[in-house]
Every structure is written in structure tokens, then in C-alpha cells.
């Protein structure tokens, strides 16, 4: 391996990682792709698609008991579940990852990845061998991001649960206490809860659940939350905590003088980019968050041009799909400039990580939205009006059993008559995001959309009843 030659270097092989190789070899050129841990990444073994197992059957469930006439002949079976849950992550096997990268064609390096220089990369193997790797033209940091541990007396020495133990659970805890109120709180909770952690405490620091989307979004979901008793305390800090017992109960103590106990802490209190010991300062980088980019998704600090850094480790979007079109965006930018083409026009240039990225909260409710939220308009200086509507007043949702409720909101920019950002609370909203996400990033003139027709009894008629409202 000792001083292998390639067109392009990626560090990391998660999904955002295999989609810059994809693209570069598509383009022409030849990518190594490092990885000392599994290929596929975060969201494949421990994220996005184990949480999204254990959370379906809460959905069925869900589903089925709002049918008059239709009812589960028992609990979910925690056991099958979880078995299920395995099988859908390969049971943390990554052979058919490497594959994937390998059919590329691109070549696989197992081995810590870290910068020794410009265009240089030195491949630590498990062994202890060392090699290094050089670029002709780019490497890409391509590391992700690692769960955020509040900096609170006793809670490392603690092992609190993150995402990754969540996810990978094979005992459900009677007692969880979760610290946070973010997306990953939020699923984890309920997706426990429904497996059997029948005592769940969630101790959040401010007001509201998901606290960066509408606040009736945060609303409705710790409603449903109390509904199915999930104890959900507002206000809260976390002040200590303690274990005592490797593996025993915890106590966790609040600014309120309250104390919890519980076989299990979860905490999901954010993220920090994977920017340790990858070697930024051999390169001249100092960093102690995120690396900076433009919207070619280079790393603004390398004046040579040659340092790209995509996916959460650059901060602008901390979302698998969104990584992958920023991975699209930097692959295709490299080829170009390896051809000598221009690299300046809009298809290569990341901008719908910031003003129409869409994101899904797979609770029950689903909340799902895209672009911005009205404070965040109005914050930006547009000219905002808003409508919303009850997506139980609509035919489809009506038909779908007793219960099904939630809240739609449209965001527009009333000066030139475009939507900013929507926001849809309800069972099964996920699949209707699409939709908002394109009128949101092309821009689509209400009076156009107004000619865009829902089918009817299906609950996607809530566009047609949001425009109404507006007044067209």
C-alpha cells in the first residue's frame, strides 16, 4: 500500500463517503476509500435505518388501533422485532458494503485514515502497519460525526446509552430516563417505550420537543408522547448523576432538587464532527468544530484547492440525504476540474442544504418539514404569510380511521407568491414531504401549484385545502 497513487482519496465510507467515490468514478477518474470501521457508516448500522425497524411496528400498531373493527391480538413482540431490527443492518456484517465500493470501481483500504500533508493520507491498519495513499487531485474528509455528551458531573462515568446503544439494544430497560428533545430523543423514546421501557422519563432543559421546527410540531408530539405514557418534564437540567454499580440503577439529579432512577440513561443532546486525529494540522487546518466550506463543498482553508469535506463534518447539514447530495455535488465539482471544465455552474453548487433540506421525525405522529420555519422567515427578512389547516378536516384522512389528526402549514414568501418552507404533522406524513420539498427548492409560483391537483380521498388533498386558505 505504501504510496499507492489515485485520482481522488476519500476518508470514510459511509453512504456520503461511497456516493463522492460513485460520482468521482463516474467522472473518470480512479478514488481509494478508507474506512476503519464499518463500511456503510452510522446510518446504516446505528442511525437512520435500526431506528427506523424498531419504530415501524409502533406505526402499525398505531395504524391498526385507530380501525374500528381491527385490533393486535397481543404487545409487540420485542423479541422479533429486535430480531427483525438485525437483519435489516446485516447483522453488523459490512462484506456487501465493501462490495458495493469495489464494483465502483474503486478501491477499498480497511485501516484509520488520517492527513500527512497535502494530498497525502496514511492508512493505519488494525495490524499496526502503515501505508500511505496519495491524491492527484483531491481528498475528501468525508468522517461524519459522533453523538454530544453534556459536560455534567458523572454522566460519562455513567456509560449513558447514545444512538448507537439505542439502536443496537438487545435487553429493553423497564426504567429510561433521556436527556434531550432532538429527533434522536425523540424517536428512541418512543421506540422504546412501545418495546417495553414502560417507565421512560424525559428530562428536557427548555419548553418544547424539537425546538428547531414549529412549535405546534413539538406540541403535538409530546401530547401523543403523554398519551401513551411517556413522562415528559419540561425545564429540567440535569445537574448529576450517579452509578454507583457498573451496570446498576441510576439516579439522575435536576436543578429542580428532583431525583430519577432508571436502569438506563439515553442521551440525545446533539452531535460534534469527526474532525479528531484526522490530521487537519498537517495540512494547516485548526479546527475545533466543523470544516469550513463553500458551495463547491472545498475546504476554505486550503488555498491549493485540494482538501473537500462533506456530510456532517461540515456542519451545514446534519442529515444522511443531505450529505449525499452534497457528496454528488463534490464528486461531480472534482471531475470537472480534473477535466479542466467549468466547475461554476449550478449543478455544482450546494444549495438545497440550506434553504429546502427535508427532514422526517419518524415519531407517531411523523413530523415531517422542509425549508424554513416562520421565525426562521421572518428572521431572514421575507415578507412572510402563513396559512394552516387540521389534516383531520380532510376527506382522506377521515377514511383512515378515528383519530387521525394533526396540523399542516405552508410558509410563503407573500412578495413573490413562493413557499419558503412547510411543516406536516400526522401519521404517515413522510411520504408527502416530496411534494413541499420540490415547491420549496424550485420555487414553484402559487398560482401554479394551484393547478397541481391532489387525488381525491387521499389526505395529500391538504395542499389543495392550504391553498384555499391562502385564497386562490
Known sequence: MEDDVFDVVVIGAGPVGMTVAARVVRGGLSAAVVEDRLAGGECEY??????????????????????????????????????????????????????????????????????????????????????????????VVATGSTPAVPDVPGLAAAHPWTNQEATSVQRVPQRLAVIGAGPVACEMSQALHSLGARETTMLV????LLAAMEPFAGDLVARSFRESGIDVRFGRSVTRVERPVPGGPVTLHTGRGEQIVADEILVGAGRRPGVDDIGLDTVGVRVDG????????????????????????????????????????????????????????????????DRGAPQVVFTEPQ????????????????TVRTVEYDVGDVAGAMVRGVGFS????????????VVLGGTFVAPDTADMLHSVTIAVNAEVPLDQLWHAVPPFPTVSEIWLRLLEQYGL
Open 46 to 139: 446505528y442511525g437512520c435505518i435500526p431506528s427506523k425497524a424498531l419504530l415501524w411496528p409502533m406505526e402499525l400498531a398505531a395504524e391498526v388501533g385507530r380501525m374500528p373493527g381491527l385490533q393486535l391480538r397481543g404487545p409487540i413482540d420485542a423479541a422479533a422485532v429486535l430480531a427483525r431490527r438485525d437483519e435489516t443492518v446485516s447483522h453488523r456484517n459490512d462484506d456487501h458494503e465493501v462490495q458495493a465500493i469495489e464494483k465502483l470501481p474503486a478501491t477499498f483500504v480497511r485501516g484509520h485514515g488520517r492527513l500527512a500533508g497535502p494530498r497525502r493520507v496514511e492508512v493505519a491498519s488494525s495490524d499496526g502497519g502503515v501505508g500511505t495513499l496519495r491524491a492527484r487531485h483531491a481528498v
Open 205 to 208: 432543559r427548555g419548553e418544547r
Open 290 to 353: 466543523p470544516i469550513q466550506v463553500d458551495g463547491s463543498l472545498r475546504a476554505t482553508a486550503v488555498a491549493e484547492g485540494w482538501l473537500y469535506a462533506v456530510g456532517d463534518v461540515n456542519g451545514r447539514n446534519l442529515l444522511t440525504h443531505m450529505g449525499k447530495y452534497q457528496a454528488r455535488v463534490c464528486g461531480d465539482v472534482i471531475a470537472a476540474r480534473a477535466a479542466g471544465a467549468r466547475d461554476d455552474g449550478p449543478a455544482l453548487r450546494a444549495t438545497a442544504d
Open 367 to 382: 413530523v415531517s418539514m422542509v425549508g424554513r420555519t416562520e421565525s426562521r422567515a421572518r428572521a431572514d427578512g421575507f
Open 406 to 417: 394533526g396540523r399542516a402549514k405552508l410558509v410563503v414568501d407573500a412578495d413573490r407568491r
